[in-house]
């Protein structure tokens, strides 16, 4: 992989070295964003950021005016030199909370990110302790083991 | 009977979750309040849509209680509120500046030529800057901004003339003392 | 005239669903023969009637008759036929008729495949289902009539929405609603089980078949819905956590919960109360959906366009149902017995643990989709909750629940030791690490996220290993011997494990996908070339070309590797001539290995374009996988104790 990008670029050099400057001859595609590391950076960014005047879309993906001028904002803001939580900062000083995609943790945001984590936890202790208790209960209060179907539903216990 | 209570919870749960689902039908899932209420007007220079050679800034505005309102040739909402706009704006109650927003200056000229000029000034904003840091997100919107620069209501959408009189004009007054 | 007609046919169809909805479950109550032995004539009239309505509103996008409002809304003279039928479909009144088709469409399957049924049980199911259809033919009557006629005729119509003008919108629809109208099927057993007070393991054999069917129904419907997305889309992104997408993904989950617990009710008669709430839950997952999606208090690209007085409908018909199941359920599910005995470490906790994970799961995804709502209801402000919430919240869910799903299928049922049980997986637990670690390896870069994933991967397909291995354990007898040990496996055992390979597979596309895929946004003028991942994708111009109700800028990319020729993509640029807005048509390559994705982006100046160009590894095995789910209910499904001839009646 790091040697196909490094001969590409050795390929991309000579070629432009031979033609000059001026000519457009067919050869090595151009990235379409000036840098394409930030403009990476810029996308990464805003697919977490919600266009405004889209029925539920990033703004990295939407085609709407507003998210156009906002991505021009960002790189802008990039090439600036501003780091990702300030172009976070910014979006929610002027829009706020609803442009995030990922909610910020506060009191308000408490119980959707941690309520999964606590159900799931106290499911799997709530049925242990349910099991528990019935395994106290008196034979009497199950039923008598139905006859099985299938013998071969019991997986085969290993006979070494 | 304790462990019959137990089975009632999936009851309670739905009559709790069916509350909240029939409150969501009377909201609007798309409007976004904005967080510059209670906070400082943001920071703009921005040119006269008529004059090109003068700049107004956000600090001329202090000491006044003033409205801005957000329109643009292209919209077409803007057409429902703006004989609103020109009938408030005869009732001389506050200055009212008009935010021209990623339009042309002939265009917006031409516009509040046809349909009348409310605005006692109008700024231009070309690129649309200005109307992020006012967190415009569609067209039209209205501000009203306190003698202090600091934002205190937002419209989103065209004024009604509900609007006007349940909320403008009594916190307009309120501000003005 | 034919709109009329069908029109007539809802009416008369809601007084027969009436009928059906309350003689055979008051026949059941006394004991009435004549009143129960309406419910099948009722069902079969019922759906003839709804079939009846169905083509009438066909006929009318066929004719191009734009007297019809939503016929003049959805279609348009230049539509090609397909989308004619599918535009049946394509709006919110349309799509509940297609809702009520395949409600119909399971209770004559109900009623046609019931001769083991005692009739006081099926009389309460048919009557269950026909409440339902009295629902949905009052919501269309009153509020949603696809047949309304508009006074001035327009002289062409609306068009269908460009990106539902696809293969996608004839499939997906009907599969995804056959699969969450199909629980309704075991909700209905369910509410006559709790009215009828037969709740056991009998009630559980009967159950299943038709919970399984739904389920891989559903499973084919989501797939569908994803793949297109992926490929319509043109950024190659498949799931979204769109609140449309949640909803469809909740009773799915519920239903897989469900599935696997009627596997323990059926075979050991314990947790009859735990799972009849399963069955109530997924249907009711299902009218949420509905509502959620129709009814404007969430926002999401794929919602239909409505008001909130019907969204009041559906909430108050939901109420209805779903409380008057909760209600029976708090009366009946107490009275209920426990089962067979069973201990802490066992089959049964194994699957009921699977349960409790499924139903956080599908709770997590209710709690995200819902918290804006909250929030905003309560006056609390306003959040959004996408992709990264969900991301963060569901994996975590999902790792325990493989874990079991591989360990699972060795635990014996009753009783089991977790030595015994360590011992017969340490194999399975060897090869995973290693094999996760090599393939990441392999791939050129270990990254955490697939690692993770393929771990969960190879689990699977390791413990799936291991238990077929216990069952045919090679001997030395040839291949006789083992053909038929083979053979000897219960198709639902083979289901099982199919299926299981299916979610081993899924796990594979999705975190390959992710964590090694390849994006490039180039400027190609005529002749450029790029290479990515070894793939040297050569641009060669673009041509205009007109399609039936749309034109066309038409790029081709001549892919080849190492010099040899591999394929030539063509994406397009379309505008529709009705609606007049762009459509991007990505072009694919796909493969087993991977997907080579194409599409255009703007022309620039000097006649260049802004290509996109994605290598995509094993995407592919995302739908593979489902297909394999799906696969894997259709064998479980063809067991041969469901067809076996049933004795008496109990």
Redesign the interface.
């Known amino acids: ?1 790091a040697n ?1 990008r490094s001969m ?1 670029k050795a390929l991309v050099l000579s070629v432009l070295l031979a033609i000059g400057v001026g000519a ?10 000036a840098d ?1 590391a930030l ?1 990476a950076r810029m996308l990464e960014i805003t697919a ?1 950021l ?1 266009c ?7 703004i990295a ?1 939407s085609h709407a ?2 998210a156009v ?2 991505r021009r ?1 960002v790189r802008e803001m990039l090439q600036q030199g501003q780091t990702d939580q300030q172009v976070v900062d910014y979006m ?12 910020p943790f506060k009191a ?2 408490a ?3 941690i ?3 606590v ?2 936890v106290c ?2 202790l ?3 302790l349910i ?2 208790r ?2 106290r ?1 008196p ?1 009497a ?6 006859e ?3 013998a ?8 070494h | 009977m304790k462990k019959r209570l137990n089975f009632l919870i999936p009851l309670i749960l739905l009559l709790v979750l069916v509350f909240f689902l029939g409150r969501g039908l009377g909201l609007d899932p798309h409007e976004v309040p904005s967080p510059l209420i209670g906070k400082p007007a943001p920071g703009f220079a921005l040119t006269q849509l008529d004059k090109p050679e003068q700049v107004i800034r956000r600090d001329d505005m202090l000491g006044k209680v003033w409205m801005l309102n957000v329109w643009a040739s292209w919209c077409v909402a803007c057409r429902e509120e703006h004989p609103l706009l020109v009938e408030f704006s005869r009732q001389k109650l506050l200055p009212i500046y008009g935010l021209n927003y990623k339009d042309e200056r002939a265009a917006g000229l031409q516009w509040l030529g046809n349909f009348g000029n409310p605005y006692d000034v109008s700024l231009f904003d070309h690129d649309g800057r200005v109307g992020i840091d006012f967190g415009v997100y569609g067209v039209p919107e209205t501000f009203i901004i306190d003698k202090q620069g600091v934002v205190r209501f937002k419209q989103i959408g065209p004024v009604t003339p509900e609007v006007i009189a349940d909320k403008i004009a009594p916190l307009v007054r309120q501000l003005n003392g | 005239m034919i709109p009329e007609l069908g029109h007539f046919a809802l009416w008369l169809g809601l007084g027969v669903a009436l009928i059906l909805g309350v003689l055979p479950m008051w026949g059941a109550a006394r004991e009435r023969a004549d009143y129960m032995g309406l419910a099948r004539p009722a069902a079969y009239t019922l759906a003839g009637l709804v079939l009846l309505a169905f083509l009438c509103l066909m006929q009318a996008f066929i004719a191009h008759d734009f007297s019809v409002l939503y016929v003049a809304a959805n279609s348009n003279s230049l539509l090609p036929i397909q989308y004619c039928i599918a535009g049946v479909w394509g709006g919110h009144e349309g799509s509940l008729l297609l809702w009520l088709m395949m409600l119909c469409i399971w209770m004559v399957a109900v009623a046609r495949f019931s001769r083991h049924l005692p009739m006081p049980v099926l009389s309460r199911i048919l009557s269950v289902m026909g409440l339902i259809s009295v629902g949905f033919l009052l919501f269309m009557l009153l509020t949603s009539n696809p047949f309304d006629r508009l006074i001035d005729v327009p002289a062409d119509g609306n068009d269908l929405n460009p990106l539902l003008q696809d293969p996608g919108m004839v499939s997906h629809p009907p599969m995804l609603y056959m699969g969450y109208v199909g629980f309704s099927v075991a909700f209905a057993f369910a509410v006559a089980a709790l009215i009828g007070g037969n709740l056991d393991a009998t009630w559980a054999r009967w159950t299943r078949p038709w919970t399984t069917v739904a389920w891989l129904f559903l499973t084919i419907g989501i797939a569908l819905g994803s793949s297109w997305a992926y490929y319509e889309l043109g950024w190659g992104g498949w799931w979204f956590w769109d609140p449309v997408e949640n909803a469809s993904l909740m009773p799915w989950l519920l239903g897989t919960a469900l599935i696997h617990s009627l596997a323990v009710t059926e075979k050991r008669g314990s947790f009859k109360s735990w799972t009849v709430l399963l069955a109530i839950l997924a249907f009711s997952f299902s009218l949420l959906g509905t509502f959620l999606v129709r009814s404007g208090v969430l926002s999401s690209v794929h919602a239909f366009a409505t008001d909130p007085r019907r969204g009041l409908f559906i909430l108050t018909f939901l109420t209805l149902v779903v409380g008057a199941s909760f209600s029976l359920y708090a009366w009946r599910a107490p009275t209920v017995g426990l089962g067979a005995r069973f201990a802490l470490i066992s089959k049964e906790t194994a699957l009921l643990a699977n349960n409790v994970l499924f139903l956080v799961a599908a709770l997590a995804v209710l709690l995200g989709t819902l918290y804006p709502l909250l929030l905003d209801a309560l006056g609390l402000g306003k959040i959004s909750v996408g992709p990264p919430y969900f991301d963060a919240v569901f994996m975590p869910l999902m790792a325990p629940t493989i874990f079991l799903m591989g360990a699972g299928p060795l635990v014996r049922w009753k009783q089991a030791t977790l030595p015994e049980l360590a011992v017969r997986l340490r194999w399975a637990a060897a090869v995973t690490v290693v094999a996760s670690v090599v393939t990441g390896w392999l791939a050129g870069q270990i990254h955490v996220v697939a690692t993770c994933g393929l771990l969960m991967a190879f689990w699977i397909f390791t413990s799936v290993a291991t238990d077929l291995w216990e069952r045919i354990r090679p001997d030395g007898g040839g291949v006789a011997v083992l053909r038929s040990k083979l053979k000897q496996i219960p198709r639902a055992m083979a289901g099982m494990m199919v299926a299981h390979i299916g979610v081993g597979v899924f796990c594979i596309g999705v975190v390959m996908v992710k964590a090694y895929e390849v994006e490039r946004d180039v400027k190609m003028n005529v002749g450029d070339t790029t290479t990515v991942r070894g793939y040297t994708f050569r641009f060669n111009g673009v041509q205009d070309r007109e399609g039936p109700n749309y034109s066309a800028a038409r790029g081709e990319l001549a892919i080849t590797r190492d010099g040899q020729p591999v394929t030539v993509l063509h994406p397009e640029k379309r505008i529709y001539k009705v609606q007049q807005n762009p459509m991007t048509e990505a072009a694919i390559s796909p493969g087993l290995t991977g997907d080579l994705y194409v599409s255009m982006g703007e022309e620039v100046e000097g006649g260049a374009w802004i290509i996109r160009v994605y290598v995509k590894p094993f995407v592919d095995w995302i739908w593979g996988g489902c297909l394999l789910m799906a696969l894997g209910g259709v064998l479980a499904v063809s067991d041969r104790r469901y067809r076996r001839k049933q004795g008496a009646a109990v």
């Open positions: 992989m196909m590409g457009a001859r067919a050869g090595e595609a151009a990235p379409a964003a394409p403009e977490e919600r405004l005047v889209c029925q539920n879309q990033t993906d005016d507003l001028d906002l904002q929610t000083a002027r829009y706020g909370d609803f442009v995030l995609y990922r909610p308000t945001t119980l959707l990110w309520g999964p984590g159900m799931a499911g799997l709530l049925l242990v099991l528990r019935r395994s209960l034979d209060r199950f039923e008598p083991d139905a099985d179907a299938d071969t539903e019991q997986p085969q216990a290993p006979t």
